[in-house]
């Protein structure tokens, strides 16, 4: 625990389920504070396939769900994909697993 009169650290924290997932998989976040939110979904090979989220989001939890599709709608095929999330400073990646 943080001393007494210090604030714990607010953390931006993501996650996903189901993983693996078919055909889709919920994204949750909670953000400490309003802010922006860029959510993004990459190949094995640093290729971004999908944007989820680009804009200002609420303080508090929030989620979407991914279809397993690029920015054209096209299904992906099965393997591995990266969540990335940024907002202010912070930075997370995740690993999703679709299998088709």
């Given at each position: 625990a943080p001393p007494a009169?210090?604030?714990p650290r607010a953390v931006f924290?993501?996650?996903?389920?189901?993983?693996?997932?078919?055909?889709?998989i919920r994204i949750a976040w909670e953000m400490p504070r309003a802010g922006r939110l860029v959510l993004e979904v990459y190949d094995?090979?640093?290729?971004?396939?999908?944007?989820?989220v680009d804009g200002e989001v609420a303080a508090g939890?929030?989620?979407?769900?991914?279809?397993?599709a690029d920015t054209e709608g096209r299904p992906l095929a099965s393997g591995v994909y990266f969540r990335v999330a940024r907002t202010g400073?912070?930075?997370?990646v995740g690993k999703m697993t679709l299998v088709r």
């Open positions: 009169g210090v604030a924290t993501s996650s996903a389920a189901p993983n693996p997932f078919n055909p889709r094995v090979r640093g290729r971004r396939v999908r944007t989820l939890p929030g989620a979407i769900m991914w279809d397993g400073s912070e930075r997370q």
